[in-house]
């Protein structure tokens, strides 16, 4: 083919081959070609390839450039090749072995303290209407005010309906232009003018136009009915307005809770913490603080209990769990012994599924009524080795609280291990101090004695089967259940030893 035998003349640079010349080496033909550029083009229309070639002889190059059909070729090889399972986020395999991404746990508690939980199934709901009162508060605004507007409208026209029916039974409404006659309400001519009639007794408008007359025993009666009525109705309703704009729980929207609980040391100890404060200036008397643990659990029977609810300490026996909520507070849960996260590690709470509920409660200061702030933590919401920063700052004459960083955290030194880890690493170091320190003063006396009795026996090689036994005592449970050459334990054993 013609296309075959062209020559060109001028190589391009990306598709140059560059060849470094060491010694002397090459053909004339391949000196020939590559002064003159010559390539010759193959059948298939895939790379081109160069006519210049190096001699067998010449050493392998030491690095050499990839051209760009090369990586072209590299790019269509991994395209072509049969596609890889996919590993999920994490190392949580399915059951095919593909890879799976987490669930999101549903939460219990919201952020903003509302519970999610909804209530079906109801077959006695003539409970609520024992309680009418509480019911009526716990509505929303838009069915509250519609309550309040039609218990008065209804109230008006039931008794402007009664009205109208005492004038009509009695011939007001026959006898309107007749002088000498006596009506049991004056000017009531109709409906309207009864329903308006209503509305001016129940409301002690009292315009004057309307009144009733001493000729009616039946309107005096219907009179001190609506009166009483009407007074009641106005105490209830009035009372549930009020009752439900100073309701407590919008001045929870004033306690912040920071976005994520942190797990670092305190005074050599685990500790669980997260930041509360208030942002208003009037204070919560005797806050309290309470935190649950929300988390499914199986017993030995093989019971199933979901959502199960277990305590978490923030001090209740020291009394730091009652506060003094006039700055930005860190609670702080000590994890021990009898805390639910006594056996997590930081590589362990990644894989949990659990919800921490953490409830403020106190009495408002302006109100004297109780309220209750709450909110919740899901796992990876708890961020291991961090701490909360600093927001005090002393200004001249008062403290300054910046809380632009008050959901602020910075990362600390913390060992990945559990509590109990943790806990066991320092009983074997106080055990191996103990017998190092106790072996070495039991030791000294003994010696001395033994020096003074053989006065010419002070070479090493003197010791043989007069050597003394020494006896400290039986082992306890923790020097047997660990070895006594730890790292730590071995360096703080010398200086123990030294100041000894």
């Not at 550029?37 to 229309?45: M, N, Q, W």
């Not at 929870?252 to 208030?278: N, P």
């Not at 020494?470 to 054993?493: K, P, S």
Request: proline share 4%; with cysteine.
């Amino acid at each position: 083919m013609a296309l075959e035998k062209s020559v060109i003349a001028a190589r391009p640079d990306s598709l140059s081959l560059p060849v470094e010349e060491k010694g002397g080496g090459g053909g004339e033909e391949a000196e020939a070609s590559a002064e003159a550029g010559v390539f010759d083009l193959s059948e298939e229309p895939g790379p081109v390839v160069a006519a210049a070639a190096t001699d067998p002889a010449t050493p392998p190059l030491a690095k050499v450039r990839k051209s760009f059909q090369n990586k072209l070729l590299e790019r269509e090889a991994k395209a072509n090749e049969p596609r890889t399972k996919t590993q999920g986020t994490e190392k949580e395999r399915g059951r095919f072995g593909w890879g799976r991404t987490r669930r999101k746990r549903q939460r219990y508690v919201e952020k903003n303290g509302r519970c999610n939980v909804s209530h079906g199934n109801m077959r006695e709901t003539y409970r609520y209407l024992t309680d009418i009162f509480t019911t009526l508060v716990d509505l929303n605004w838009r069915c509250s005010l519609f309550v309040f507007v039609m218990a008065y409208a209804v109230t008006w026209l039931f008794f402007g309906a009664i009205w109208y029916l005492i004038a009509y039974c009695r011939g007001d409404l026959d006898h309107l232009g007749d002088e000498t006659w006596t009506p049991c309400v004056n000017n009531v001519n109709g409906f309207i003018s009864a329903f308006l009639f209503s509305i001016e007794t129940e409301t002690t408008i009292g315009y004057g136009h309307r009144v009733i007359t001493d000729q009616c025993p039946v309107g005096t009666m219907l009179l001190l009915l609506q009166a009483i009525l009407g007074s009641m109705v106005n105490a209830f309703m009035v009372g549930c307005m009020f009752v439900k704009i100073s309701q407590p729980n919008k001045r929870a929207e004033t306690l912040v809770f920071s976005k994520h609980a942190v797990i670092s040391l305190r005074d050599d100890k685990l500790c669980l913490m997260f930041r509360v404060g208030d942002l208003r200036s009037s204070h919560i008397v005797g806050a309290n603080m309470r935190a649950k643990l929300i988390k499914s659990k199986q017993t030995q029977e093989g019971e199933f209990i979901p959502l199960d609810q277990t305590d978490i300490s923030v001090g209740f026996e020291t009394g730091d769990d009652r506060l003094f909520l006039v700055s930005p507070l860190v609670i702080s849960h000590e994890i021990d012994l009898h805390s639910p996260f006594w056996d997590m590690s930081q590589s362990q709470l990644g894989k949990e599924d659990f919800e921490i509920v953490v409830i403020l409660e106190g009495m408002v200061e302006a109100t004297g009524m109780t309220c209750q702030a709450r909110s919740s933590y899901l796992a990876e919401e708890v961020m291991w080795g961090h701490r909360f920063s600093p927001m005090m700052l002393l200004a001249e004459g008062f403290f300054d609280i910046d809380y632009g960083a008050f959901h602020h955290t910075f990362e600390v030194d913390t060992p990945p291990c559990s509590a109990r880890e943790l806990s066991l690493a320092a009983a074997r170091l106080d055990a191996h101090l103990y017998w190092s320190i106790s072996s070495r003063l039991d030791e000294e006396p003994t010696l001395t004695n033994q020096a003074a009795e053989r006065p010419d026996s002070g070479s090493a090689d003197g010791r043989g089967g007069g050597e003394p036994i020494f006896i400290v005592g039986e082992m306890t449970d923790i020097q047997e259940q660990t070895g006594l050459g730890e790292l730590n334990g071995c360096v703080a054993t010398d200086q123990s030893e030294s100041e000894a």
